[in-house]
C-alpha cells in the first residue's frame, strides 16, 4: 500500500551469493551517544556480540541490549528484484530475500537497518496471502518508533492481515487500540477509512461499509494508493449485497470494468476478474434457484 516505503526497500533486490557465506557480517555498530565504528560481527554467544573493527587487533565483546543500532551491509541486486517485482513475482522475491536475510535473523531483536528488508517482505507475505507472516513481522515492526512511516505501514498490514484471515474480534482491537475506529469522517486518512470499511464488510455490515468506501474514493481520487484497493472492495461489497438484490450484481460488473481499465495488470485488476468469476457462478446459482422456486 504505502508505495514510497515500498519504493525504498526496493532499492535492493536478488541475493548475490557471497556475503551471505561470509564467515563474518559486516556491520557499522552504532552506540549510545551515536558513536559509530565500521567492522564486522564475527559472532553471537547469547547477549554477547563479537565485534571486530578494521584498525583493532583483536575483537571486542559487548552486550547487545547495550547496541543501539546495527547497520548491516547488505548486498543485493536492485535491477534484478525490481524485475521480478513489475512481473509480479512475489513468491520470488520472497525466497530471494529470505535467504539474503537469513544470517541475520540471530540479530532481529537489535534495532537494525533490516527494517526496511523485513518492511518489504511483510508486504509481499500479505499479497501473497500469508497472513501469519505479515503478522508477525508487522508485530515486531510496530514497535519499532525510530521510523513514524514504517511503524504506521506495521500498524496497516497487522490490521489488513487480521481481517482478511477472517479475525474480526482481535482486528476490532486493534483498531480500538490504535483509535482507527473515530473520527471516520471525509478528513479522516484514507488508509484508516479503508481499513474500517474492510472490517465493516466482513462483519456484514455491508451498508456501513459501502458509506466508508465511497468517503475514500470521493476524497482521495488523488491516491492511487489507497484508491485501487477502495475500488476492488466496492465490487466486492456490491457482489455480497448481490446475492440478495441480483440489480446489484450489475454494479459490481460495472466497477470491475473500471478497475480493468484505469488499472490494468496490477494485483487489483488480477483480483477484480477472480471476482468476475465469482459473480458469474452466483448468477447462475441465482438463475437456478429461481427456476426452482418458480416451477414448485
Known amino acids: 500500500m504505502n508505495k514510497s516505503v515500498f519504493a525504498l526497500t526496493?532499492?535492493?533486490?536478488?541475493?548475490?551469493?557471497?556475503?551471505?557465506?561470509?564467515?563474518?557480517?559486516?556491520?557499522?555498530?552504532v552506540m549510545p551517544g551515536d558513536k559509530e565504528w565500521e567492522g564486522s560481527i564475527l559472532s553471537r554467544d547469547g547477549d554477547w556480540i563479537e565485534f571486530q573493527t578494521g584498525t583493532s587487533p583483536r575483537p571486542i565483546r559487548l552486550g547487545a541490549s547495550t547496541i543501539k543500532e546495527l547497520q548491516f551491509s547488505i548486498k543485493l541486486d536492485q535491477d534484478k528484484l525490481n524485475e521480478m517485482n513489475n512481473n509480479?513475482?512475489?513468491?520470488?522475491?520472497?525466497?530471494?530475500?529470505?535467504?539474503?536475510?537469513?544470517?541475520?535473523?540471530?540479530?532481529?531483536?537489535?534495532?537494525?537497518?533490516?527494517?526496511?528488508?523485513?518492511?518489504?517482505?511483510?508486504?509481499?507475505?500479505?499479497?501473497?496471502?500469508?497472513?501469519?507472516?505479515?503478522?508477525?513481522i508487522a508485530a515486531s515492526l510496530a514497535v519499532d518508533d525510530r521510523d513514524a512511516a514504517l511503524q504506521l505501514k506495521a500498524r496497516i498490514f497487522g490490521?489488513?492481515?487480521?481481517?482478511?484471515?477472517?479475525?474480526?474480534?482481535?482486528?476490532?482491537?486493534?483498531?480500538?487500540?490504535?483509535?482507527?475506529?473515530?473520527?471516520?469522517?471525509?478528513?479522516?486518512?484514507?488508509?484508516?477509512?479503508?481499513?474500517?470499511?474492510?472490517?465493516?464488510?466482513?462483519?456484514?455490515?455491508?451498508?456501513?461499509?459501502?458509506?466508508?468506501?465511497?468517503k475514500v474514493i470521493a476524497f482521495n481520487s488523488h491516491d492511487p494508493d489507497w484508491m485501487q484497493p477502495a475500488e476492488l472492495l466496492c465490487a466486492e461489497i456490491y457482489m455480497e449485497l448481490g446475492k440478495e438484490n441480483p440489480v446489484m450484481l450489475d454494479s459490481a460488473e460495472e466497477v470491475i470494468r473500471e478497475i480493468s481499465l484505469l488499472y490494468k495488470d496490477t494485483d487489483e485488476d488480477e483480483r477484480a476478474q477472480q471476482l468476475k468469476v465469482k459473480i458469474e457462478a452466483l448468477r447462475a446459482e441465482l438463475e437456478l434457484q429461481k427456476t426452482i422456486e418458480e416451477s414448485e
Open 159 to 214: 490490521a489488513l492481515a487480521l481481517i482478511d484471515a477472517g479475525d474480526a474480534e482481535r482486528a476490532e482491537a486493534l483498531l480500538e487500540e490504535y483509535g482507527w475506529n473515530e473520527g471516520l469522517d471525509s478528513a479522516a486518512a484514507p488508509e484508516k477509512l479503508y481499513i474500517a470499511a474492510k472490517l465493516l464488510a466482513l462483519k456484514k455490515e455491508y451498508a456501513d461499509a459501502m458509506e466508508l468506501v465511497a
Open 88 to 136: 509480479r513475482e512475489y513468491e520470488r522475491v520472497i525466497t530471494a530475500l529470505t535467504s539474503v536475510l537469513e544470517p541475520y535473523q540471530e540479530f532481529a531483536d537489535i534495532p537494525s537497518n533490516l527494517s526496511f528488508y523485513n518492511s518489504l517482505l511483510m508486504e509481499l507475505y500479505y499479497k501473497t496471502g500469508n497472513y501469519e507472516k505479515t503478522r508477525e
Open 10 to 29: 526496493l532499492a535492493g533486490a536478488c541475493f548475490l551469493g557471497a556475503a551471505a557465506q561470509a564467515a563474518s557480517l559486516a556491520a557499522t555498530l
